[in-house]
Every structure is written in structure tokens, then in C-alpha cells.
């Protein structure tokens, strides 16, 4: 069994690296793209490959052998001990011609570039629309566009799950708990607590808190809210932000240092899990069409980052100024945050905006590189992942 730092230890080792000047082995690190080729829907590896005496010194390089088939195209990605050791990929994936809603499961812990066949599946695959009572779909469809994941416990790894449901249409959705072990409903938010429904936005569960956060429309305002995802309690209110998520043609929610970040349109706002009696700041322009916020789980960037279709807006202080704006080289399709050395990884058409986040006093030139990845047609997601064995870095 091979052993590796968790991301709370690495991002220490690279702290004090920096400041005794000593060189720490690096672990490559893996990107897990999600996306639709000729064959059908399939999950892959790349390595993020840096060679100062390479032309370019910096490329995305898939492992060879990485190529995992998907019963459906993949919607939404989450990680189990995501701010650990990121020791699980779940994968929700979805074809409604196919009548087809499921959750796949694949093993982080022992990722080799050198032998793909760690990279394999964790547990069978679970079939999500066949476990939701009848009584909570009410006949619907189930139009699942995201799913978060609990974190590890005594009983099993990442035991609970949260999925979006936002199939109900009006700017509503639903929020359906399950037990991953046991392969059952536990509750629906907007069926078990009715008085505060949950808005298509999206959710984020904690694992740290181990809670479930998400928004609803309250009287022209946004409120944010959170519940423990055994639905033990009544859902607690978190804050207010001035902005309507309920009628926003364009809305996001997502984690970011010490509390939610909320997008609606061309406006942007954070409530904080602890205002400390302080009223919060007001919203902030941002990125005109931002359909997006880049999710920071650790809370480790001072910035908050707006994704578009076609542009990135940079946020610093988060909510101070105008924001600094990049425009992206072929459509966005999804985005993830490396929140060691601070890289996000912008998937794209044809493939992959590297976007650097350490807050230079002068950012680089080279702030944001785009790296073509042949047979990125179709992307969908992605994820990222250390892999288990080090390599040499440059000092």
C-alpha cells in the first residue's frame, strides 16, 4: 500500500519550503477530465508535465492507459476527503434518452502514471432515480445536475451523498440525501422542509462542518442555508445577500474563504459562516455573462474567481475594485482548483487554461497558458488528483 501527503500537508511542506529554501520532492500531479468521445463517455488522466528544458515547459500529457468507459456522459464530479487525501472520484452521470442516472465511484488513493491500473473502480456503481421514492419525485423526472459528497466516517468512506435536483422547473430545485452504504433515501429538502426550498444555484456540502449549504429566495433577498446531511435538524440560516438568485437569468453558489459565494448575472456577493455582528459587504459588479464561481473549498485563495464561456474575472480582496479579466481561448466547460501551489485548470474545447492564483505583487505575463489535449471535442468535467509516487522538482 503506498502512503501520500494530504492536501493540508502538502500545502505545509510548500509554505515551509518557501521560507527555509530546502527542495521537497513534488508529487505529479493527475488531472481527471470527464468527456464525450466518438466511442461513448469515458473518464481519462493527464499529468501536469513541467521540464524547464522542455519546449513548451509545461504540458498536459495523458497516461497512457487512463481511459475508464462511462455508462453516460458525466455531469458533476466530487471527491471524497477532498481537502485530505482525495482518496475518491464520484461520478455523476446522466442520459435521460437513455433513462439513465447514476453514481460511479473510482479509487484516488494509489495513483501511479506509471500503472493505470490503480485507477479503477471503488464500488459498483449505484442507480440514483431507482432509490428516490416515488413519493418524492412525484412522477417526475429526475434531472440531477450535481452532487456533493460527505466525508469519510468509521462506517465507510464518504457515506453520505447530496444531489441537485433541478428538474422542477420556476427557478426551484430539490436537494436529495442519500446513504451511499446502504443504498437509500434519507431526505429531500423542499419535502421535508417545505417552508425553505431550495433554488436551482447549487449546493455545496462541507466536510470539514459536514454540513449542506445551500440558497433559497427569500423576499427579493438570496438566504443561505445549512443542514447536517443525516437531516438530523431543521435547516439553519447562515446570512442574507442583496442580490435575487430566484429571478437571475445566470446563478452560481460555491464555497470560498470562511463562507458561500453567490452569483447572480453580473453581481457577486460572499456570506460568511461567522459575520462576527458586522454587516457583510454589499455585491460587487463582475464578469458580464459570468455563468460561474471557481468553488475553494480549502478557503485558501483571497480572491474570488467568476467563470464565463468565453472569459475569467479575478476578484482580489475577494470584493475590492474592479476585477482583473482574461479571455479564454475556446469555450469553457468546467473548472478545478489545485489549491496547493494554486493553479486552476480550465477545461475547454480542444484543451486545458492553466490559471495561476499565487497573488504575485505582479502577476506573471504568463498568468493564464492554454495547452491543446487531442480528442477534447466534447468535454464535460473535471477533477485533479496528487499521484502516489514523487518526481524531482525544479528549484
Keep these: 500500500m503506498k502512503h501520500f501527503p494530504t492536501v493540508l500537508?502538502?500545502?505545509?511542506?510548500?509554505?515551509?519550503?518557501?521560507?527555509?529554501?530546502?527542495?521537497?520532492?513534488?508529487?505529479?500531479?493527475?488531472?481527471?477530465?470527464?468527456?464525450?468521445?466518438p466511442g461513448g463517455a469515458q473518464l481519462q488522466l493527464l499529468e501536469d508535465v513541467r521540464d524547464p528544458l522542455a519546449t513548451p515547459p509545461r504540458s498536459l500529457v495523458p497516461v497512457t492507459g487512463s481511459s475508464r468507459p462511462l455508462p453516460a456522459p458525466p455531469v458533476s464530479l466530487d471527491v471524497v476527503e477532498r481537502n485530505g487525501?482525495?482518496?475518491?472520484?464520484?461520478?455523476?452521470v446522466r442520459d435521460d434518452s437513455l433513462d439513465i442516472t447514476e453514481l460511479h465511484?473510482?479509487?484516488l488513493s494509489d495513483l501511479d502514471t506509471g500503472d493505470p491500473n490503480f485507477f479503477a473502480q471503488s464500488r459498483t456503481p449505484i442507480d440514483v432515480a431507482s432509490i428516490l421514492p416515488v413519493e418524492v419525485t412525484e412522477g417526475l423526472p429526475v434531472c440531477l445536475t450535481q452532487v456533493q459528497v460527505g466525508p469519510?466516517?468509521?462506517?465507510?468512506?464518504?457515506?453520505?451523498?447530496?444531489?441537485?435536483?433541478?428538474?422542477?422547473?420556476?427557478?426551484?430545485?430539490?436537494?436529495?440525501?442519500i446513504d451511499l452504504q446502504e443504498e437509500?433515501?434519507?431526505?429531500?429538502?423542499?419535502?421535508?422542509?417545505?417552508?425553505?426550498?431550495?433554488?436551482?444555484?447549487?449546493?455545496?456540502?462541507?466536510?470539514?462542518?459536514?454540513?449542506?449549504?445551500?440558497?433559497?429566495?427569500?423576499?427579493?433577498?438570496?438566504?443561505?442555508?445549512?443542514?447536517?446531511?443525516?437531516?438530523?435538524?431543521?435547516?439553519?440560516?447562515?446570512?442574507?445577500?442583496?442580490?435575487?438568485?430566484?429571478?437571475?437569468?445566470?446563478?452560481d453558489l460555491a464555497p470560498a474563504s470562511n463562507g458561500i459565494a453567490l452569483l447572480a448575472d453580473d453581481l457577486l456577493a460572499l456570506v460568511p459562516f461567522d459575520a462576527g455582528g458586522d454587516t457583510?459587504?454589499?455585491?460587487?459588479?463582475?464578469?458580464?455573462?459570468g455563468e460561474s464561481i471557481l468553488p475553494d473549498p480549502l478557503g485558501?485563495?483571497?480572491?474570488?474567481?467568476?467563470?464565463?464561456r468565453s472569459a475569467v474575472a479575478i476578484h482580489d480582496g475577494p470584493l475590492n475594485g474592479d476585477p482583473e479579466e482574461f479571455s479564454l481561448t475556446a469555450p469553457l466547460a468546467g473548472a478545478t482548483l489545485e489549491?496547493?501551489?494554486?493553479?486552476?485548470?480550465?477545461l475547454e474545447e480542444g484543451g486545458i487554461e492553466i490559471l495561476d492564483l499565487f497573488p504575485y505583487a505582479e502577476p506573471p505575463a504568463d498568468r493564464l497558458l492554454f495547452r491543446e489535449v487531442a480528442g477534447l471535442d466534447d468535454p464535460r468535467v473535471i477533477s485533479w488528483a496528487f499521484a502516489s509516487q514523487g518526481a524531482a522538482t525544479t528549484p
Design 85 to 92: 487525501s482525495r482518496s475518491e472520484l464520484v461520478v455523476l
Design 152 to 177: 469519510g466516517t468509521a462506517t465507510g468512506p464518504g457515506r453520505y451523498a447530496a444531489l441537485l435536483d433541478s428538474c422542477t422547473g420556476a427557478g426551484i430545485a430539490e436537494v436529495h440525501v
Design 184 to 251: 437509500e433515501h434519507l431526505f429531500s429538502l423542499a419535502n421535508e422542509f417545505t417552508g425553505v426550498r431550495p433554488l436551482p444555484a447549487g449546493i455545496h456540502v462541507d466536510q470539514e462542518r459536514d454540513l449542506l449549504f445551500f440558497a433559497s429566495a427569500d423576499f427579493g433577498e438570496t438566504a443561505v442555508w445549512s443542514t447536517p446531511l443525516t437531516g438530523d435538524t431543521v435547516p439553519q440560516l447562515v446570512g442574507n445577500a442583496d442580490l435575487d438568485l430566484e429571478t437571475a437569468d445566470r446563478a
Design 339 to 346: 489549491p496547493v501551489e494554486r493553479f486552476a485548470y480550465l
Design 300 to 308: 485558501n485563495l483571497e480572491t474570488l474567481v467568476v467563470l464565463s
Design 280 to 289: 457583510p459587504p454589499g455585491p460587487a459588479t463582475t464578469l458580464t455573462a
Design 9 to 37: 500537508a502538502l500545502l505545509t511542506l510548500l509554505i515551509l519550503g518557501g521560507c527555509t529554501g530546502t527542495q521537497e520532492a513534488a508529487l505529479p500531479t493527475l488531472l481527471i477530465v470527464g468527456s464525450v468521445q
Design 105 to 107: 465511484f473510482f479509487d
